[in-house]
């Protein structure tokens, strides 16, 4: 989970400069990364999710 949070670290980080480097969130560049964060939160929490059902499944 480390790595996987460090992935989504640095590519947030990347979509704030390549908002700050063409000044706007609408650039084609900056929403292909932002989808690419997007993508990747979704699979993190997804994966949060089953670890913890699988923590807490009760039987029956």
């Given at each position: 989970m480390d790595k996987e949070y460090g992935r989504l670290e640095r590519m947030r980080g990347e979509l704030i400069e390549a908002a700050a480097r063409k000044?706007?969130?609408l650039h084609h560049d900056v929403l292909l990364l932002s989808q690419s964060l997007d993508?990747?939160?979704v699979?993190?929490?997804?994966?949060?999710?089953r670890r913890w059902?699988?923590?807490n499944a009760t039987g029956g």
């Open positions: 000044k706007t969130f993508l990747l939160i699979k993190a929490q997804a994966e949060k999710l059902k699988s923590t």
